[in-house]
């Protein structure tokens, strides 16, 4: 006997998944409410952003990555932070903050996870320049 309807069902559950992927889209410039709360201690560096939708509720959250200095002193250091930011009407509001190896290339959601495609460092690599790259993956709760 086959059951009728296992295949719709797979067929929805394929439609979900792929309904919930996506790729974060690369800010140029992050917002200025984002970089206020990025700022909130030192000003960074740089900042760099990724937005997409990431708690379903049609507004385009924010992953933020900025670098500070690693030292008061100079020098070409710098310390990586990187947060996501949930949008709330025209302002963001910290969601999670993250605490990565690297440095981020890109991102994607798939499901309840943020997929991170990250820079890693090469045993050759010089100190400025990774040439690898490896892939994380968090929850997204």
Do not use: H
Request: proline share 9%; with cysteine; hydrophobic share 45%.
């Amino acid at each position: 006997m086959t059951r009728p309807f296992a295949l719709p069902a797979l067929a929805a559950v394929i439609f979900a998944s792929a309904a919930n992927a996506q790729e974060l889209t690369p800010v140029a410039d992050l917002p200025a409410a984002a970089l206020a709360i990025l700022s909130q201690e030192t000003a960074p560096e740089f900042s760099l952003g990724w937005e997409g939708d990431l708690d379903d509720d049609g507004d385009a959250d924010l992953l933020a990555q900025a670098a500070y200095p690693a030292s008061a002193e100079g020098g070409n250091a710098a310390i990586l932070r990187q947060m996501i930011l949930r949008r709330e009407n025209d302002s963001f509001q910290p969601w999670q903050e993250i605490a990565l190896p690297d440095g981020i290339k890109s991102a994607r959601r798939d499901g309840a996870s943020l997929v991170l495609t990250l820079y890693a460092y090469q045993p050759e690599d010089p100190q400025c320049c990774p040439s690898g790259e490896s892939e994380m993956t968090l929850p997204l709760d």
